[in-house]
């Protein structure tokens, strides 16, 4: 197997080419974790405009659309169930109250 050797502060590292794969794909991971997470903050403040605009049926569709970015996000573990359960029920619950 061939191994890398970095100098690093006066001291040899041995880097496997399977960390350097794994660190390569956790940078592609983390910009792809950020890019979902942004677009579900904008999809749940969409919802919370529409909500204040006392608009009942933009509400509803703004919720769903943010009901499936959330379920999409749990399933690539990008966050947590009970993460996307909460933000979804305090959307609902303000929506039920229009």
Sequence with gaps: MLEI???IGG???I????ALKR???SLKARER???????IR???KKARQAIDS??????????RAVNKALGKAVSKRII??????????????SAAAI
């Design 42 to 44: 904008t999809l749940i």
């Design 54 to 63: 006392k608009n009942g049926e933009a509400a509803a569709l703004q919720i």
């Design 80 to 93: 947590k169930n009970n993460t996307a359960a909460r933000w979804l029920s305090r959307l609902a619950r």
């Design 23 to 25: 660190h390569r794909q």
């Design 33 to 39: 974790n950020i890019d979902v997470k942004s677009r």
């Design 11 to 13: 001291i040899a590292l």
């Design 15 to 18: 880097v496997h080419p399977s």
């Design 5 to 7: 050797t970095k100098l």
